[in-house]
T-cell receptor, first 112, second 115 residues
Framework: SQQGEEDPQALSIQEGENATMNCSYKTSINNLQWYRQNSGRGLVHLILIRSNEREKHSGRLRVTLDTSKKSSSLLITASRAADTASYFCAPTRNSGNTPLVFGKGTRLSVIA | EAGVAQSPRYKIIEKRQSVAFWCNPISGHATLYWYQQILGQGPKLLIQFQNNGVVDDSQLPKDRFSAERLKGVDSTLKIQPAKLEDSAVYLC?????????????FGEGSRLTVL
C-alpha cells in the first residue's frame, strides 16, 4: 500500500481565489486519486489521474502528476465557500482493489 | 443509485461497553472496507472484504474488534470492550472490482464517543 502526504496541513483563502494543495509519495504508482471530505461527512472521490498522464481537468479542478518527483497537485480555481473541506490524496501502486491509504489531508477554509 | 448506508450515525457508550456498526454497500460492489478516522487525522484502514472473505485485516485490533460480512453484502463491525481511544468516526466504503481501479464510495460514517 501507498500513503501520500498532503501539504500544507491547513490553507485559508478568500472566496474567488485559487487553492493549491500538494501530495508527495515515496514509491512508484499506477494512479493517484483525490478525495474531498466535508465536515461530518464521508469522503467523496474527486478525480483520478493515471501514471501516464501529466494533467487532468474536471470542472474547476486541475490535477497534475509528476512521477519523476513523486508528487501531485490539486488546484481549485475560483474557490467557493462550499469548497471548505479536507482534501486527501491516495496514490495506488496496483490496480483493482488494493486498499487506499490516506494521509492527514489538507484542511481548506474558504472565507466568504 | 443508492449510496453506502451506515447506522447508527452517532453512538455514545461508556468504556468497557460494546457497540456494533452496520454497513450496506452499493449494490453489486464486491469489495467492502471499514476505516477508522480519529479527529484531525485521515482514515485508517481496519479491514477489507472481497465478497464475504477477508482480504486484509492486518490493522484490526483483534482483541476487541471484529467484523463480518455475511452473504457478501451487509457488514457489521463490533467493538467489545470499548476503550476511550476508540472514539472516532467509523467509515464504511465499497468499490466495484473492475470499474475505475480503486475508486471508493464512502458512507456518511458512524461517530462513536466512548466516555
Amino acid at each position: 500500500s501507498q500513503q501520500g502526504e498532503e501539504d500544507p496541513q491547513a490553507l485559508s483563502i478568500q472566496e474567488g481565489e485559487n487553492a493549491t494543495m500538494n501530495c508527495s509519495y515515496k514509491t512508484s504508482i499506477n494512479n493517484l486519486q483525490w478525495y474531498r471530505q466535508n465536515s461530518g461527512r464521508g469522503l467523496v472521490h474527486l478525480i483520478l489521474i493515471r501514471s501516464n498522464e501529466r494533467e487532468k481537468h474536471s470542472g474547476r479542478l486541475r490535477v497534475t502528476l509528476d512521477t519523476s518527483k513523486k508528487s501531485s497537485s490539486l488546484l481549485i480555481t475560483a474557490s467557493r465557500a462550499a469548497d471548505t473541506a479536507s482534501y486527501f490524496c491516495a496514490p495506488t501502486r496496483n490496480s483493482g482493489n488494493t486498499p487506499l491509504v490516506f494521509g492527514k489531508g489538507t484542511r481548506l477554509s474558504v472565507i466568504a | 443509485e443508492a449510496g453506502v448506508a451506515q447506522s447508527p450515525r452517532y453512538k455514545i457508550i461508556e468504556k468497557r461497553q460494546s457497540v456494533a456498526f452496520w454497513c450496506n454497500p452499493i449494490s453489486g460492489h464486491a469489495t467492502l472496507y471499514w476505516y477508522q478516522q480519529i479527529l484531525g487525522q485521515g482514515p485508517k484502514l481496519l479491514i477489507q472484504f472481497q465478497n464475504n472473505g477477508v482480504v486484509d485485516d492486518s490493522q484490526l485490533p483483534k482483541d476487541r474488534f471484529s467484523a463480518e460480512r455475511l452473504k457478501g453484502v451487509d457488514s457489521t463491525l463490533k467493538i467489545q470492550p470499548a476503550k476511550l481511544e476508540d472514539s472516532a468516526v467509523y467509515l464504511c466504503a465499497s468499490s466495484f472490482r473492475g470499474q475505475v481501479p480503486g475508486e471508493l464510495f464512502f458512507g456518511e460514517g458512524s461517530r462513536l464517543t466512548v466516555l
